[in-house]
């Protein structure tokens, strides 16, 4: 993976920024809850398993995962902590075997980790983690990073590797969804399988020849890989790159492209996919 780094002026002058306000679906989140939006950014992944995952419509998987979140909202904590697997099918409507399975009872592990997390260090409250960062992005996601599968961070040649998406992602949606978070210029892209895609499709990324074939054909990547690493770091790169040239956030780049990405055009290519509890 490389950026194309003289691509990118002129691309991030054609970003349709003026007119682009992030904001979250109301008809799939519960606004003006933080718990809904922590408890869904904590089962925010499973991008590789989207293609097998039963949906209402054709929409993405994670508008599934969130609309069918809302409809048994809410969850506490302490439910949070001991929800299973049976559990976790029945809420968002998935089978007992193949991939979609799977992903529930990682969602389930997920879950567990983060109710138990919230019980031992934050009083059981979501309210009480909010106020453990002092409504300062940056302390929520390091707060989130040390929950497991918030802990996103890879070895790659030597080197460490920290993405921190979904850590990062939730004091993102808990402004749009209640506001009073400072500090949001401080985070990075919310690296996943989708913008990376985007970044491509308009030139902005360029992927191996060999990897670019084995995503055509829809084949796995494996996560932690050096090109699974390597295609969410450029992304990564590449934005703050334009941010440099726009002046504008990373959450608001990456809400314009993964919103982007819904668009037909970006859904006719295969994506990259991989199986990860990280995106």
């Known amino acids: 993976m490389r950026i194309d780094r003289e691509a990118i002026p002129a691309y991030a002058a054609a970003l349709p920024l003026a007119e682009f306000r992030p904001a979250l679906d109301p008809d799939t989140h519960v606004l003006g809850d933080a718990g809904f939006i922590l408890a869904l950014d904590a089962v925010n ?23 069918a979140l809302k409809e048994r909202w809410p969850l506490t904590p302490a439910e949070l902590a001991v929800i299973g697997v049976e559990d976790c099918r029945a809420i968002f409507g998935q089978p007992a075997e193949g991939p979609a399975a799977e992903l529930m009872e990682l969602f389930a592990q997920a879950w567990n980790a983060f109710g138990r997390h919230l019980l031992e260090h934050h009083r059981g409250s979501y309210e009480a983690l909010l106020e453990a960062s002092g409504f300062e992005a940056e302390a929520l996601a390091g707060l989130l990073a040390e929950v497991p599968f918030f ?10 590797v920290p993405i921190y998406k979904r850590a990062q992602i939730a004091p993102a949606d808990l402004e749009l969804s ?8 401080r985070l990075t892209l919310f690296a996943d399988n989708l913008v990376p895609h985007v970044l491509h499709l308009d030139g902005v990324l360029a992927f191996d020849e060999m990897v670019a074939e084995r995503i055509e054909r829809e084949e796995l990547l494996s996560s932690g890989s050096e090109e699974e690493v390597e295609m969410r770091a450029c992304a990564l790169q590449a934005v703050e790159l334009i941010k440099a040239e726009t002046g504008r956030t990373a959450m608001e780049l990456d809400h314009l492209l993964w919103n982007r990405g819904q668009g037909a055009e970006y859904k006719a290519r295969p994506r990259p996919r991989c199986r990860s509890v990280f995106y």
């Open 45 to 67: 992944f499973g991008s590789g398993y989207f293609p097998h995952l039963r949906k209402r419509d054709a929409r993405s998987g994670y508008f599934h995962v969130a609309r």
């Open 178 to 185: 209640i506001g009073g978070f400072r500090g949001l210029e």
């Open 151 to 160: 802990d996103d961070v890879h070895p790659y040649r030597g080197l460490t």
